[in-house]
């Protein structure tokens, strides 16, 4: 294991890395497996020395850093190909990939892998063998694709898009035209500049009837010259909020024609007689089974939240461990001695792992998952794929939100210095913020989950294939009991944070149908859905979502390969779980499981109790995870912990400083004489 992870340089992070109750070295490996280090190794080698990777301090041009970002993705995509195999699974060796180029270059991340897999999933899940030359041609990179779902008018709403696709029958084509500049497709990575071909969904008519939601390969760009077809319209997002260097943009279709092959069929096709084919039973299940199999776009969001999060406490945990204020008979201490500082950090850095695990669980189930759609008659794969859907459609906005709050919390603890740009935590709450959005808007998005969980407790026995939700079968047995931690060591025990999340899902299970039918009678369903998210839908999908984490991370704990390991991921459970239990303690009270403010005080006090345990851990636990210094990128939160020498360098010799207001002289004049205006 020496040979794969090298120590840290010896400086001010010693203090800490000292008293780790464990090694990280040997957390790393558990999280990274030694195959899985090595394969890391060999790619930050490459990118450590490539010219396209090199720092470049200098204000960049949206046109430069659209420039940027598209060289390093092709980089990137040449040093992947040319690293030697390794035995890792295909998930993890997506996972180092991914997680390493989005925070190295979240916009060269965007275009690849990012829009490339987004591009080549949808293919792979929706169309049939007539579309392997799209795939083929994609992996080689003759061509580029982009995915077109959202509109200028509609986004979340997919039902009511209005890009329209009818069939000629007379010329075997598809005609998709875009009715108004509502309709316009828009915000799609790479549809600016690059792409030649593009994922468009649209509503499908023949002979006059509508068959709902569809989804199409059509070309738009010469491959050769990148100029669009005629009837095709291209043009640019402009400049965004963050992650400036992919190319957003919009795409407006004037009766655009391409070959009725290219309708992605998996589903549902149609003939060149103008007949259309499916084998589901309602045309409900083709929009369900399109939308479903986009799921796999959704696992990765989840993933990205965490490593932007990541990245941000690795900052973070890193300049409060050095930084020093105050203190005891003029003695400073770090200020993560500070309780204060502790609560604000500590839960996202349990957070991140226990998020971390989890997206590995549910990135490998959805592959099997897609893996085993490929065979017929098998009667699970309906029901596993819902569930799949379900389960990141509250994963993506939970994780989303949890490190939304981490990166603030994170620039905050860096005082003035975290809002330099140099330290990386702007832009890494800019880049993040995005997540929250794109693949399923938050809000809307977490809803998934309520919908089901209602759809599924009416009657006595609860089964899933991945068994998120049996334990609903035993609801009535469930909230019975009652929440009996006497003492702050039984308050952190496993057993009864998941009594507690499991009792809380059911009584918001229960309430929220009885709201539900309350209101529907009065308002009818779709109202009644609307007026049931606060409270009551929403507290539900996070509580439902936050114990499966904990439940994956219970079977991760399992298979620690020593006693230290184990026991500080236990210490970061118990903190995941009591942190969020603390949000939740109205309804805890509310439906009588809490039956006294013991209760809250013993919660209190085990955040703060585990938060104190897990303080002189922090700087290894985030060893554990952090990326490289060239990757990390920022003069607060080096290996080294050399922080005050870092923004020595970079303020002193900044362009700024070298280079003084060109108009200072005009200024200087103007101030002088008050006749002067500036």
């Known amino acids: ?58 204000l960049q041009t949206l046109n430069e850093k659209r420039c940027i970002a598209t060289r390093q993705a092709l980089a990137y995509a040449t040093i992947v190909k040319s690293l030697t195999p390794s035995e890792i699974t295909t998930t993890k060796k997506e996972d180092i990939i991914l997680r390493t180029i989005l925070q190295l270059s979240p916009s060269a991340a965007f275009k690849y892998p990012g829009t490339k897999r987004l591009f080549t999933s949808a293919l792979q899940s929706q169309g049939t063998s007539r579309h392997h030359k799209f795939l083929q041609e994609a992996e080689s990179g003759k061509i580029y694709g982009c995915f077109c779902m959202t509109e200028i008018g509609h986004g979340s709403d997919t039902k009511n898009l209005r890009t329209t696709a009818t069939y000629d029958k007379d010329k075997d084509e598809f005609v998709v035209n875009t009715p108004d500049f509502q309709a316009a497709k828009c915000w799609a990575a790479g549809l600016a500049e690059l792409a030649t071909h593009a994922i468009v969904y649209a509503q499908l008519y023949i002979n006059g009837d509508h068959w709902g939601l569809h989804g199409f390969v059509v070309p738009i760009r010469d491959p050769q010259t990148l100029l669009p077809y005629e009837g095709v319209i291209l043009g640019d997002m402009g400049e965004k909020v963050g992650v400036n260097g992919a190319d957003n943009g919009f795409l407006i279709f004037d009766k655009y024609r391409f070959p009725r092959e290219n309708l992605l069929n998996r589903f549902a096709d149609v003939t060149s007689k103008g007949n259309y084919v499916t084998s589901a039973a309602d045309q409900k299940d083709v929009r369900g089974a399109i939308l479903g199999a986009l799921s796999i776009a959704r696992v990765t969001v989840t993933a990205k939240s965490e490593f932007y999060g990541t990245k941000a406490l690795t900052i973070a945990v890193r300049y409060v461990a050095v930084r020093r204020q105050f203190g005891p008979k003029n003695q400073e201490v770090s200020i993560l001695e500070y309780q204060s500082m502790q609560y604000r950090l500590l839960p996202y850095l349990a957070a991140a792992y226990v998020v971390r695990f989890f997206s590995t669980y549910l990135d490998e189930v959805t592959q099997e998952f897609v893996k085993d759609s490929k065979k017929q008659n098998d009667p699970s794969l309906a029901r596993r794929g819902m569930e799949i859907h379900v389960i990141s459609a509250g994963a993506k906005p939970v994780s989303g939100w949890t490190f939304r709050d981490a990166i603030q919390e994170c620039r ?56 998120s939700a049996d334990f609903i079968s035993n609801a009535s047995k469930i909230l019975k009991t ?60 996070i509580a439902f979502v936050q114990h499966l984490f904990l439940q994956r991370m219970l079977t991760v704990i399992d298979t620690a390969p020593d006693v230290n390991t184990r026991n500080v991921l236990l210490k970061l459970f118990s903190l995941y779980g009591l942190y969020n239990i603390e949000k939740f303690l109205p309804s805890l009270f509310g439906g009588g499981y809490v039956q ?46 050399q922080v005050y020498q870092r923004l020595q360098n970079a303020l002193v010799g900044s362009s700024y400083e070298a280079n003084r207001l060109k108009w200072s002289g005009e200024a200087v004049s103007n101030i002088i004489d008050p006749r002067n205006k500036l």
């Not at 899902?505 to 009818?524: H, I, M, P, S």
């Open 482 to 541: 009652k929440f009996n931690a006497s003492s702050l060591d039984e308050v952190c025990k496993v057993e009864n944070i998941i009594d507690t999340y499991q009792w809380l899902v059911c009584y918001l299970l229960r309430e929220t149908k009885q709201k539900f039918d309350l209101l529907k009678q009065r308002e009818g369903s779709f109202w009644a859905k609307s007026n049931t998210q606060i409270f009551y839908c929403k507290n539900l999908s």
């Open 412 to 467: 905050e603890a860096c005082g003035g210095h975290g809002y330099l740009k140099a330290s990386g935590i702007g832009d890494i709450r800019n880049d993040q913020d995005s997540v929250n959005t794109y693949e399923g808007e938050n809000h809307v998005l977490i809803q998934q989950v309520s919908n089901w969980l209602l759809k599924i407790q009416n009657g006595d026995k609860v089964s899933t294939y991945l068994k």
């Open 596 to 641: 006294n403010y013991k209760a809250t005080n013993l919660v209190h006090e085990a955040v703060l109790k585990l938060c104190k345990e897990l303080k002189n851990d922090a700087v290894a636990l985030i060893d554990a995870l952090a990326p490289p210094d060239f990757v990390l990128n920022s003069i607060l939160g080096e290996s080294d912990g």
């Open 1 to 58: 294991m020496s040979h794969l992870l090298q120590d840290f340089p010896q400086g001010p992070l010693d203090y800490y890395r000292k008293q780790a109750s464990f090694d990280w070295k040997k957390m790393k490996v558990f999280i990274d497996t030694e195959d899985g280090i090595k394969f890391q190794n060999n790619l930050y080698e490459k990118l450590l020395i490539h010219s396209e990777f090199q720092k470049n301090p200098a």
